[in-house]
């Protein structure tokens, strides 16, 4: 089978196009702005403002590399991990690529990549998180949405305590699948596009339910069966999920953790992190204890105080136990698909990431980029089965099920239709391009697949 071509950033048709003309220069800006505050607030010790200035000024050339289209150079850092598929793909092309003209995959993960060196190259700022601070300010803002599923939790924490049938099982399983799939929704990499009105818009329960009608492909049948009745050993059953977002999504995918732990679905919860400030608020394994500390604390969420700090010890007995465990991997922010998590990918740790999501019963992948990474990020027509978009990965034993928000052009598993239905409803609002309704946001799809075709 030829494989379809991947997204370009210089596409009109694509939302890769607004991405890099629009979205990333107010990324990059508003990473200058956070360094340009984090010099105000520590201005005591000199080598801090010396190193943050160098910070700063490669921060503000990265902006101008990309407004300008410059091309994008390799790294040549050998001291820093992680690096080494960047250049590697760069030294294949003829000619280097340029920030506008680029593959879409490629060059977004490269720039946060590129952002990071500025600061790993500065000793009192190597482990500074350039993001910390808007995901910290709009946790603070979801407030309502947290405290609305702490005590649902809570509620659930009582009825579990009880024998529950297997039906009602599977009817919690899909409603926690549900707050964590819509958890999605809330990435603040589109804050550019939206407003806090519209995050907390998708947080509550109502909001849910009014969704559902736009989940286009929903595989979660097959993952339940997959989970429940298929897995090796059923005294014993592991989820892993690799996370997308810090903040709400985070939130939700560990009220969905503790559900899977508390009714002893499941004997153990893998979450797989990023290992650099990613994607504006990816989920790095420091990000777990300052939820913990958030939840804990008064001051940031004044109610719902009972419910929340419940949440938090449930969290940290199981942390404790080991029953839930954070793993970290260079792999992940990465700019290589996913059809590289093969035994065979022995250079830039597929082959590890493939070892230990080989001990699941389920692996969920959250998120946006994620699914894009599963699927090549590439132009398959929208009916393709999802099995046939993520390649060899349909037959490396891995059960995947992948909860994903549209946010961006690639989407699979369709029904024969329904792509161009959509695409006529989008223009219909006004929109230029039909087929951007893929990127909006305003529909999901949770595919699945056994790892056996
Ligand atoms: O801008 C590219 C992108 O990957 C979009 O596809 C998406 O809007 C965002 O970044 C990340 O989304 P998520 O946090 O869901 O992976
Ligand atoms: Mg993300």
């Not at 520590?42 to 590399?65: H, M, P, V, W």
């Not at 407030?143 to 005590?151: D, Q, S, T, Y």
């Not at 059923?234 to 810090?246: F, P, W």
């Amino acid at each position: 089978m030829t494989l379809p071509s991947v997204y370009y950033n210089n596409d009109p048709t694509s939302f890769a196009f607004s991405t890099c003309q629009k979205r990333w220069p107010t990324i990059v800006e508003n990473m200058v702005n956070d360094i340009r505050q984090a010099l105000v607030e520590n201005c005591s010790s000199q080598d801090f403002l010396t190193q943050g200035e160098t910070i700063f000024a490669r921060l503000s050339q990265l902006l101008l590399d990309i407004r300008f289209d410059h091309a994008i150079l390799p790294f040549e850092e050998p001291s820093v991990p992680g690096l080494a598929s960047y250049d590697e793909r760069i030294a294949k092309l003829e000619t280097p690529p340029t920030w506008l003209t680029a593959p879409w995959l490629f060059s977004e993960c490269y720039l946060y990549r590129r952002a990071h060196i500025a600061f790993v190259q500065q000793p009192l700022w190597k482990d500074y998180d350039v993001f910390n601070r808007l995901k910290q300010e709009t946790f603070k803002s979801s407030e309502a949405g947290v405290v609305e599923l702490a005590v649902r939790y809570q509620q659930l924490h009582a009825e579990l305590q009880h024998e529950v049938s297997v039906e009602s099982l599977k009817l919690l399983f899909r409603e926690f699948a549900d707050i964590s799939l819509w958890g999605n929704a809330t990435d603040l990499s589109l804050l550019a596009n939206a407003t806090l009105e519209d995050i907390k818009s998708v947080q509550g329960a109502e909001a849910r339910k009014n969704s559902e009608k736009n989940i286009l492909a929903n595989d979660l049948d097959a993952a339940w069966d997959q989970l429940y009745n298929k897995a090796q050993d059923k005294a014993h059953r592991r989820v892993d999920i690799v996370l997308d977002n810090s903040g709400f999504e985070f939130y939700a995918d560990l009220i969905f953790t503790l559900f899977l732990l508390d009714s002893k679905l499941v004997s153990k919860v893998v979450l797989h992190c990023k290992t650099i400030p990613w994607m504006v608020s990816d989920t790095m394994i420091k990000d777990y204890q300052i939820t913990i500390d958030d939840l804990n604390s008064k001051e940031f969420f004044p109610t719902g105080r009972e419910p929340l700090e419940f949440l938090a010890r449930q969290l940290e007995q199981y942390k404790a136990s080991g029953a839930l465990e954070l793993q970290d991997h260079e792999f992940w922010a990465a700019e290589l698909d996913y059809w590289h998590i093969k035994p065979s990918e022995t250079k830039y740790g597929g082959a590890e990431v493939h070892r230990e999501l080989a001990k699941s019963d389920l692996v969920i992948f959250k998120g946006d980029l994620n699914y894009r990474k599963l699927t090549g990020d590439r132009k398959w027509p929208r009916d393709t089965p999802f099995i046939t978009g993520i390649g060899d990965l349909a037959s490396s034993g891995l059960k995947i099920w992948s909860l994903r928000t549209c946010k961006a052009d690639v989407c699979c598993g369709l029904e024969k239709g329904k792509d161009e239905e959509l695409s006529q409803i989008w223009r219909d609002q006004g929109n230029k391009v039909g087929e951007l309704w893929c990127s909006s946001g305003k529909w999901a799809v949770m595919s699945f697949s056994n790892g056996q075709n």
